[in-house]
């Protein structure tokens, strides 16, 4: 079976669609200031290497679990919804099917505990 990250279009796809997705995201009044103080190349680095991961295309991803790589940073549910969004806008302007991105999406669902904070979620509620 083909993996997503091969359906996709490999590394070539994966690099377009972190540089659109953080576009839109830095683009995203609610969402740039988490990244004020973030070293971009290095964060697309590491989201390059997360996604073909993910993804199916190798084991290239050696940065931190996603709970320690965001903690304290206050990502709220809305926050982490709007990123799942652009995802989906970019890879939707990348012409990658429905299906496809609905199974990215499906990847991603689980993160949320990890990735949202305690405080940050219990605000939201």
Same mark, same amino acid.
């Given at each position: 079976?083909?993996?997503?990250?091969?359906?996709?279009?490999?590394?070539?796809?994966?690099?377009?669609? $972190?540089?659109?997705?953080?576009?839109?995201?830095?683009?995203?009044?609610?969402?740039?200031?988490?990244?004020?103080?973030?070293? !971009?190349?290095? !964060?697309? #680095?590491?989201?390059?290497?997360?996604?073909? =991961?993910?993804? +199916? +295309?190798?084991?290239?991803?050696?940065? #931190?679990?996603?709970?320690? %790589?965001? =903690? +304290?940073?206050?990502?709220?549910?809305?926050?982490?919804? %709007?990123? $799942?969004?652009? !995802?989906?806008?970019?890879?939707?302007?990348?012409?990658?099917?429905? &299906?496809?991105?609905? &199974?990215?999406?499906?990847?991603?669902?689980?993160?949320?505990? &990890?990735? $949202?904070?305690? =405080?940050?979620?219990?605000?939201? #509620?």
């Amino acid at each position: 079976m083909t993996s997503i990250y091969d359906q996709i279009g490999g590394a070539g796809a994966v690099d377009t669609a $972190v540089d659109m997705f953080y576009g839109k995201v830095l683009a995203d009044p609610d969402l740039r200031g988490y990244f004020a103080h973030i070293d !971009l190349a290095r !964060l697309k #680095r590491h989201q390059q290497a997360f996604l073909t =991961a993910a993804l +199916g +295309g190798g084991d290239a991803y050696a940065g #931190r679990a996603m709970g320690p %790589a965001h =903690a +304290g940073l206050g990502v709220t549910d809305a926050a982490f919804d %709007a990123v $799942v969004g652009h !995802l989906a806008a970019t890879l939707t302007e990348l012409s990658v099917p429905n &299906e496809i991105i609905t &199974e990215i999406g499906s990847a991603l669902v689980p993160l949320r505990p &990890e990735i $949202v904070s305690v =405080a940050a979620h219990a605000a939201n #509620r």
